[in-house]
Each structure stands twice: as structure tokens, then as C-alpha cells.
């Protein structure tokens, strides 16, 4: 098992019709590649968990960094996992308010690929998803 962390910045206003075809084309093609994760957009940024097998999320992975509705797509974080978060959600979505976010302490420097926010974007995503 294994998972991949993302940001990226939007490249145009994300109205909700754009969120619900990306998560509808996600949520047809995720479980034919046992991909599931979560996807978090605010501020006109994207946050993106994917996890299943390795081959499989960077072949995903490769498609979403060609998509034109964003930019700057930043690893943040990835390698092997031992459990799924999403285990019933080919992707889950939550749409987050700047003050929501912020008042998360695993959000703290999120951009900065390693360091201490980022070593916890798992936990944030556990903490977001309701668990």
C-alpha cells in the first residue's frame, strides 16, 4: 500500500460544476485502480491524498499533474502505508474555509515539502475525514 500528497494552486476560479465533474471523473475511475483518498480545495488551492498500490497512484498521479485546472503541483508527502484512510471512499471531498484550515495545527507550513506540517498531512487528513 501506498500514498501520495499533493498541493496545487488553482489556474482559474474553481466553480462548484468544476468540483462535482472532477470528483464525478474520480469517482468512476479511482475504484477501477483501487485509488481512494480525499481531495481538499480552499483558497483556490487543491489538497490531495491518494492512496492503493504504488504503480497505480503515481499513474494517477501523473494524470492530475497534466490537468490544466491547476498549477504548481507540489509533492508533499508519500511512501508506504500500512493502512488506507479511505478505505470505503473512492474520494471523499471537503470544501474548507480559510479559518478552518488554519485553526488545524497539522496545517502549519503545509507547503513546505518536509516540514513539521507537512510530516503530518496524514493525521490531518484522518482529522478531517471524522475519525
Not at 500528497?5 to 468540483?19: E, F, G, H
Not at 468512476?28 to 492512496?51: H, I, S
Not at 496545517?107 to 496524514?122: C, I, M, Q
Request: glycine content about 6%; overall charge neutral.
Amino acid at each position: 500500500m501506498y500514498f501520495l500528497i499533493y498541493r496545487s494552486q488553482a489556474t482559474q476560479p474553481i466553480t462548484d460544476q468544476v468540483l462535482k465533474d472532477i470528483l464525478a471523473k474520480s469517482r468512476e475511475r479511482n475504484p477501477a485502480m483501487g485509488v481512494t483518498g480525499m481531495l481538499l480545495f480552499f483558497d483556490n488551492k487543491f489538497m490531495q491524498l491518494l492512496e492503493g498500490e504504488e504503480s497505480q497512484v503515481k499513474l494517477l498521479y501523473k494524470d492530475i499533474c497534466a490537468d490544466t485546472r491547476h498549477t504548481a503541483v507540489i509533492t508533499l508527502k508519500e511512501g508506504p502505508t500500512s493502512i488506507r484512510l479511505f478505505p470505503e471512499w473512492s474520494m471523499s471531498f471537503r470544501s474548507l474555509t480559510q479559518e478552518e484550515i488554519a485553526a488545524e495545527p497539522a496545517y502549519k507550513d503545509v507547503y513546505t515539502p518536509g516540514s513539521s506540517g507537512a510530516h503530518d498531512l496524514r493525521s490531518l487528513f484522518n482529522l478531517l475525514r471524522g475519525k
